[in-house]
């Protein structure tokens, strides 16, 4: 029962998440994703078959890419940061605002039965972790993570062409260094994860 909340939870933050990218390249001026059908909040629009397959066995993974065409945007490649920030930014808000229900509903948590309290708490706090690990994960600058287009959106002409064709053409080899660096080193990243969770717990 637990691996099926915590893997809704993520299948509801990764699809507000993705949501988030196409609302702000429509605001921006390009209308690919509202055309393709992502400017949706139903979940099927957006997970990726892989990624999904990785929640189911894992319990972590990703949704499928929102297409943004940069000539489109009101500033083109340097307006590609909002629509990349987007995403994270909203896993943040998602992050707060399942924070203040926790502390509004901290009193009915401790006079809850030891059930109850269990479910309840246990929710809000998976809702609070996953967000916040979804928000830093996705900022690595890796394709398709939100990290790279950020760093892109700001490089001059020259230098953000190549820094992409050589992010794409070894994006598994980075994804696989940053795979044993974590597994290495795991305080690096869960550590503040842990120190911002405690902080909004």
Same mark, same amino acid.
């Given at each position: /029962?637990?691996?099926?909340?915590?893997?809704?939870?993520?299948?509801?933050?990764?699809?507000?998440?993705?949501?988030?990218?196409?609302?702000?390249?429509?605001?921006?001026?390009?209308?690919?994703?509202?055309?393709?059908?992502?400017?949706?909040?139903?979940?099927?629009?957006?997970?990726?078959? &892989?990624?999904?397959? &990785?929640?189911?066995?894992?319990?972590?993974?990703?949704?499928?890419?929102?297409?943004?065409?940069?000539?489109?945007?009101?500033?083109?490649?340097?307006?590609?940061?909002?629509?990349?920030?987007?995403?994270?930014?909203?896993?943040?808000?998602?992050?707060?605002?399942?924070?203040?229900?926790?502390?509004?509903?901290?009193?009915?948590?401790?006079?809850?039965? /030891?059930?109850?309290?269990?479910?309840?708490?246990?929710?809000?706090?998976? /809702?609070?972790?996953?967000?916040?690990?979804?928000?830093?994960?996705?900022?690595?600058?890796?394709?398709?993570?939100?990290?790279?287009?950020?760093? #892109?959106?700001?490089?001059?002409?020259?230098?953000?062409?190549? #820094?992409?064709?050589? &992010? #794409?053409?070894?994006?598994?080899?980075?994804?696989?260094?940053?795979?044993?660096?974590?597994?290495?080193?795991?305080?690096?990243?869960?550590?503040?994860?842990? &120190?911002?969770?405690?902080?909004?717990?």
């Amino acid at each position: /029962m637990e691996h099926i909340i915590i893997i809704s939870i993520f299948v509801f933050s990764l699809t507000i998440h993705e949501y988030s990218h196409a609302y702000a390249a429509l605001i921006l001026g390009d209308t690919t994703a509202r055309d393709q059908g992502r400017l949706t909040l139903n979940p099927l629009k957006h997970l990726d078959i &892989l990624g999904t397959l &990785l929640i189911l066995i894992i319990g972590f993974g990703w949704a499928k890419p929102v297409p943004v065409i940069e000539n489109n945007l009101i500033k083109k490649r340097r307006s590609l940061y909002i629509v990349a920030l987007a995403g994270p930014l909203s896993n943040i808000i998602l992050a707060i605002f399942f924070t203040l229900c926790f502390h509004i509903f901290s009193n009915e948590i401790e006079y809850a039965t /030891m059930r109850d309290s269990f479910k309840l708490s246990s929710f809000l706090y998976t /809702m609070i972790y996953v967000n916040i690990i979804l928000a830093i994960f996705n900022l690595f600058p890796i394709p398709p993570l939100d990290g790279s287009n950020i760093i #892109y959106s700001f490089l001059p002409d020259k230098i953000a062409k190549e #820094y992409m064709r050589i &992010l #794409y053409k070894y994006s598994i080899l980075w994804f696989f260094i940053i795979f044993l660096f974590l597994n290495t080193f795991p305080n690096v990243i869960f550590k503040p994860i842990r &120190l911002i969770l405690n902080f909004l717990i």
